[in-house]
């Protein structure tokens, strides 16, 4: 057996398997950083992320039910008020809302998830099965790649702004998780550390952090795959309007 | 409401969904039967499809754990054994093996499905999901892609012998299949025609047969996105060799 890590190697580990494997790599944000995406295949990736981003609360809804220690669930209960909203804040998802609107979508139409491509929806429901049947340390070490969130939306909002400044109004979902996503990935990280326990455990929570980069990067590739090259969305999915179609 | 159909009102419905949304009309099949395809892509595709394939018999344990009827557990049951094996027979999933050493890869790696592609993973979990936590109609219902299966499969194995002649040790499967395929169909179809007695039900059945063709379609999708084009399998998936390389 193994060794345990020290919490410095142990954090090493997490974040050399974000280096490889979070999706600032995928070839779609490449060309979404350079500028060479199309309004349509913004409204895409919009509408698509949007099927994830839904499904955030019910994900740390199903973490705080798993966790019997009551510092724990008020500590995680903050992403759920995060995303669905509370008396001060209308919460991401209504702030995802809005980035689809900026690519001219109509609210409805995302909110419907009728056009949401089949292979995203596999994901996310993977996601959900994670965090309900993965070990508790799975679940929560699932959340890191938050670790590696902060640095790409930043980038992303200078991008966006250079090179599709009508998203402008759209921008505040990552305004806000540029602060909120280190924040949280603090969090995770330091309990984590404490209660990864064993080699075993580290190792529980490495293949999660794996398995959810995994989750993240076949989104995109569905994306790509649908409406960049070479182009063919299943029957019923989103289909891209020519530029300049109404 | 609408009115209940009538079991030829129905059963047209359902082949309609079949030849809209069947993964006969596949990009990547089309590319098989022309024999466009690689070893290294039939490779990718065999390894991949047994993944699935692996999956089968625990599918229709789920099916047969759903039944409180003796006698649909005892029809249902032969799915497993034709799967799995028995004293006769060496069972589906042996004869899948024997197709992916035809295209030359060892059975032990496609075995280990430790280079299966994420989305195909993904599909096939959502397709257990499926017989799980849907109703009975659509767990049944949701097998009704072997209605298509016969004419599918017989075409195949005219074309691998035709563009393939080295995977001619490999087709025991579909040899088996192609009578398999109809008469387990038959069965099904019989079942979701007796056992759906409202326009509800009927409407179930049609949506877990879309749902299943939209699982086939996304590993279809997934293998071809990753090995003909653009062609980047995600980090740890199978990687296809140069041809005449070892």
């Known amino acids: 057996m193994s060794p345990l890590l020290?919490?410095?190697?142990?954090?090493?580990?997490?974040?050399?398997?974000?280096?490889e494997r979070y999706h600032h790599r995928h070839p779609f944000h490449k060309l979404m950083h350079e500028g060479k995406l199309s309004r349509g295949q913004l409204q895409a990736w919009a509408l698509n992320r949007y099927y994830y981003q839904s499904r955030i609360p019910i994900k740390d809804a199903f973490i705080v039910a798993r966790s019997t220690d009551a510092d724990f669930r008020r500590a995680w209960r903050k992403r759920i008020a995060d995303h669905d909203g509370d008396g001060n804040d209308v919460g991401g998802i209504e702030r995802w809302l809005a980035l689809a609107?900026?690519?001219?979508?109509?609210?409805g139409r995302v909110r419907s998830e009728g056009e949401v491509l089949p292979a995203v929806r596999?994901?996310?429901e993977a996601y959900l099965d994670l965090v309900q049947r993965g070990t508790m340390i799975a679940a929560v070490?699932?959340?890191?790649?938050?670790?590696?969130?902060?640095?790409?939306?930043?980038l992303r909002m200078d991008k966006m702004r250079e090179h599709y400044p009508w998203m402008e109004p759209?921008?505040?979902?990552?305004?806000?998780?540029?602060?909120?996503?280190?924040?949280?990935?603090?969090?995770?990280l330091q309990w984590v550390i404490e209660h990864a326990?064993?080699?075993?455990?580290?190792?529980?929570a490495c293949d999660a952090l794996r398995a959810k980069c995994t989750i993240l990067w076949a989104q995109l590739d569905a994306i790509y795959f649908a409406y960049v090259e070479p182009g063919w969305p299943p029957p019923?999915?989103?289909q891209m309007r020519a530029e300049g179609q109404a």
Do not use: M
């Open 197 to 204: 326990q064993s080699r075993d455990q580290q190792e529980q």
């Open 141 to 154: 070490a699932s959340s890191l790649t938050e670790l590696f969130a902060g640095k790409l939306i930043a």
């Open 101 to 107: 609107e900026a690519t001219g979508l109509a609210r």
């Open 6 to 19: 020290s919490a410095e190697e142990f954090t090493r580990e997490l974040h050399h398997i974000g280096e």
């Open 170 to 188: 759209g921008l505040s979902y990552f305004q806000k998780r540029v602060t909120q996503a280190p924040e949280d990935a603090r969090f995770a």
């Open 122 to 124: 596999f994901a996310v």
């Open 236 to 238: 019923g999915a989103f």
